[in-house]
């Protein structure tokens, strides 16, 4: 095979399929593909024939905010408003201290074993200091390991703040994505058989996470048969990383749009339609695990109750003069992440506890683990103190990343605080000559039940075990869980919007959000998060995309060109 190295935008990528038997050549991709055959013995082979299948919905849709055509939809990159930024200090000839913005300590520390092996650094694996955070745009290390490699060889400190422009030029945006669809269905909306191939433009570097897509294009509904496919296309473009999980709205837009034309082609209500073949727990994915609970046919019950689009037909036939209005809704989901972590809680002297995470307060996630940490141990949240380490003091973490940081963080936090609490009143017990069991805390004060006067303070025990001489061990609850079950996650939204067909404005009028978000441990910090999250979506669908010419340059390097949604474009 040959190596075709992608230059330019969306129309070369758009004929890569064509491009595989150029020349007679076989096309190579840079990075390894991914397929999904019918993995499930049960699943019989696609064998498309007329009659068999009575209804073929074809599209092909490469995704991004302004749709040319109802089936050519035209690539789209979204950036972060955070920049990236580094600064350095080399201690003691060997190891270095980095205060970065990004979100993964274990992976900066990989990045830089990988990128710094000649030597350049002594201990390739630096203490690292998280101040700031932005969601899975940050994952992998950008100017890290340049600012690392400077502090060493120049003995000062270093600061790389990269400029917008550079931000937009080298960041790591959203992929452009194209994806193909075919699909057989009979005319009483049975699902007979899905064809499916995903092409990801990955920029310079390999990295597109092609199994997510595949996955979620054979798995969100059942498929008696598919064939799926993946593959990853190089391109002179900034590398990508993740925009609201890596692929997965791109995928999830590509298969719900399918499904919505699939119900106005054969005139079925979109909502049974989605229903009658929508997973449920226990069902298979594409890749044969089993789906874990989730909440997808809840949140689609939840929306389709309610009154915007139960009274959708009367509000688009009160559009006004020379107007156009819509009623629409989409159903997505995410699998949610998976990754071994720890946590350790402290009892202090004062009677406050003193949490430690490696995970970094992404969206306030520290309130929620200091909430799960005080009721564990029984106490108020006002005292415990969330501390998030750098990699030579925290517990192992992991990516603050994946919708897992309280899913795993937080049970690590539970548990350890459980611990805690286990060894507080062991102490208190020798103190006062009872029983574990006869023990209960009030108000900071474990005391025998029945006999508030006879008790020790959660102060007292804390001084105990940091005096001089004391026999009494330090209280330290300490916790460092691996998952198996991972906690798929679901929402439904629905939006009412006009448009006015001379000029092509889109003004949106309403836009509701339903989702699963388990136990709401945290309700204000839950809201803002769907709340941010709808925003982005609309940014997506509407403003946001970086554009670029044939040679590959980006024609809109500035946040004046590059169009974020702020307060004043919501309803």
């Not at 609201?244 to 082609?265: C, G, K, L, N, Y």
């Not at 889109?506 to 803002?528: C, M, R, S, Y």
């Amino acid at each position: 095979g040959r190596r075709v190295t992608v230059y330019g935008q969306q129309e070369v990528v758009k004929d890569l399929i064509a491009a595989r038997l150029a020349d007679g050549l076989p096309l190579r991709f840079e990075a390894a593909e991914v397929a999904l055959h019918d993995i499930t013995a049960a699943r019989p082979a696609i064998t498309w024939r007329e009659g068999g299948v009575e209804h073929v919905g074809q599209g092909r849709l490469a995704l991004q905010a302004v749709a040319d055509c109802p089936d050519i939809l035209v690539g789209y990159k979204q950036r972060f408003l955070a920049i990236n930024a580094a600064i350095d200090q080399a201690n003691d000839g060997k190891a270095l201290s980095q205060e970065i913005n990004d979100k993964s300590r274990k992976d900066a520390e990989r990045y830089f074993t990988v990128m710094c092996p000649s030597g350049l650094l002594a201990d390739p694996s630096p203490e690292l200091v998280r101040k700031r955070d932005l969601f899975c745009g940050k994952i992998r290390a950008l100017c890290e390991p340049i600012t690392a490699i400077l502090a060493r060889v120049t003995g000062r400190p270093v600061r790389y703040v990269m400029t917008r422009r550079e931000e937009l030029e080298a960041g790591m945006p959203a992929p452009q994505v194209i994806i193909t669809l075919r699909t057989g269905v009979k005319r009483d909306g049975t699902l007979m058989a899905l064809d499916a191939e995903t092409i990801i433009d990955s920029g310079a570097y390999s990295g597109a996470v092609l199994a997510v897509s595949a996955v979620f294009l054979g798995s969100m509904y059942r498929w008696p048969a598919f064939d799926i496919r993946g593959s990853e296309v190089l391109t002179h473009k900034p590398s990508v990383a993740a925009y609201r999980a890596p692929v997965a709205p791109q995928t999830i837009f590509a298969i719900d749009s399918q499904m919505e034309q699939i119900a106005r082609d054969l005139e079925l209500d979109p909502v049974e339609f989605r229903m009658r073949h929508l997973i449920e727990p226990g069902d298979p994915m594409a890749n044969g695990q089993p789906w874990q609970s989730n909440g997808a046919r809840q949140v689609l019950a939840r929306v389709a109750e309610h009154p915007h689009w139960k009274t959708r037909a009367a509000w688009v036939a009160a559009a006004p003069p020379g107007k156009r209005r819509g009623v629409g809704f989409g159903l997505g989901g995410w699998l949610g992440g998976l990754q071994p972590t720890g946590a350790t809680v402290r009892l202090n002297p004062d009677g406050s506890l003193a949490v430690l995470t490696g995970q970094v307060d992404i969206a306030g996630t520290n309130i929620a683990l200091a909430q799960i940490a005080a009721s564990a141990f029984g106490v108020d949240s006002d005292q415990v103190r969330i501390t998030t380490g750098d990699t030579d003091t925290a517990p192992v973490t992991g990516l603050s990343a994946g919708s897992k940081t309280i899913y795993t963080v937080g049970a690590a936090v539970l548990q350890a605080a459980e611990d805690a609490r286990q060894q507080a009143f062991a102490i208190a017990a020798a103190e006062l000559e009872a029983s574990v069991h006869d023990l209960e805390l009030i108000d900071g004060k474990i005391t025998v039940k029945g006999m508030p006067d006879k008790g020790i303070t959660l102060a007292a025990i804390g001084k105990k075990g940091n005096l001089y001489m004391s026999r009494t061990p330090p209280v330290l609850g300490k916790a460092n869980p691996a998952f198996s079950q991972q906690a798929p996650a679901f929402a439904a939204e629905l939006a009412r919007l006009e448009v006015d067909p001379e000029t092509g404005e889109v003004t949106l009028h309403d836009f509701v959000v339903v989702q699963d978000v388990g136990k709401a441990i945290n309700p204000i910090g839950v809201e803002g998060q769907m709340q941010g999250g709808a925003v982005q979506s609309l940014g997506i669908a509407l403003t946001e995309g970086l554009m670029f010419d044939d040679s590959g340059r980006l024609t809109n390097p500035s946040l004046l060109d590059y169009r974020k949604l702020t307060a004043a474009d919501l309803p």
